[in-house]
């Protein structure tokens, strides 16, 4: 598999997340939440994918929806956004089952920002945000410490494989975060059990997206491609994507034949065989 080439599907990318994230914590970022239950679609629409885009939208186990944004800078900018955010979630769930669910906010600054206000009031609203400041991270002992592990052939626990993924943004300036980021892919390469390496991998992939270079993005996804679960997963979205590709063919034989189209042409323009249209047109005559 070329480089690159898995990952122009968006799919395959959020599935890895969804399976790595699934039933995981937030305890390693100092929040006491309850743990996630899936990893939610950030594709909302109305939202202009270059300058409202979502880093990750969590639905946890108490059904509260979590909407985590990565920040190098605590600016008004950024409250303003979230306020989109926040109202694009709010009017996609009431549109889709008349019901808001309740959203947290949370925000993780990188090791660049010090402090910021976890309030934003305005005359008609007020935003509530959970913030995390990660230089305030151990980072060197939490880094020591895989090493440390790794190298006796310890398993790592799940708050230090957590750690380990945020463990760049505590740094401060561009060319730290570049320099932690080649040595957490180091270490995660070290992991021996591939579900844990997947989750460190594709989180470096979603929370260092606003920092990390293009060089860098394509080593993650080199290693990645390397792994027995990424070729899974790449195989279960193929084959997914087979199968609704499949069912859509059959609804349109369904129109066709009920237009009257020639078999033959149905068969041309919806690539079933055969046998597959004429087991559609038998059971569109059975229900009849």
């Known amino acids: 598999m070329s480089d690159g080439i898995a990952y122009q599907n968006k799919d395959i990318e959020f599935k890895m997340l969804s399976e ?11 929040l006491k939440l309850p ?3 899936e990893v939610l679609p950030t594709n909302l629409s109305a939202v202009l994918a270059n300058e409202l885009r979502v880093d990750n939208l969590f639905r946890l186990e108490d059904d509260t929806l979590a909407l985590v944004d990565y920040e190098a800078e605590d600016k008004v900018s950024n409250r303003i956004k979230y306020v989109n955010y926040i109202g694009r979630i709010m009017k996609r769930y009431y549109e889709g089952c008349h019901e808001i669910p309740d959203i947290r906010m ?12 976890a ?15 990660v230089r305030d991270l151990p980072a060197e002992q939490i880094y020591q410490t895989v090493i440390h592990k790794l190298k006796n052939g310890d398993k790592l626990t799940e708050k230090e494989l957590m750690q380990l993924i945020i463990l760049p943004l505590a740094e401060q300036g561009a060319d730290n975060k570049q ?25 470096l992939l979603v929370i260092t997206d606003k920092f990390i270079s293009k060089e860098n993005a394509k080593s993650i996804r080199r290693k990645l491609t390397m ?3 990424f070729q899974m997963i790449v195989d279960e979205v193929e084959e997914e994507n087979r199968q609704k590709e499949k069912e859509r063919n059959r609804k349109n034989a369904e129109k066709l034949l009920r237009g009257g189209v020639d078999i033959d042409i149905i068969i041309d323009v919806t690539e ?14 059975v229900a009849q």
């Open 20 to 30: 790595s994230f699934k039933e995981r914590s937030f305890e390693a970022y100092g």
């Open 35 to 37: 743990r996630i239950k």
């Open 106 to 117: 949370i925000v993780i600054y990188t090791g660049d920002v010090r402090k910021a206000e």
């Open 119 to 133: 309030v934003f009031e305005t005359k008609s609203m007020t935003l509530r945000m959970e913030q995390v400041f």
């Open 179 to 203: 320099k932690r980021i080649e040595q957490v892919i180091e270490l995660a390469g070290q992991i021996e059990n591939e579900q844990e390496q997947k989750l460190v991998f594709s989180g």
């Open 227 to 229: 792994t027995k679960v």
């Open 272 to 285: 079933l065989t055969e046998d597959e249209v004429r087991e559609i047109e038998k059971n569109m005559l």
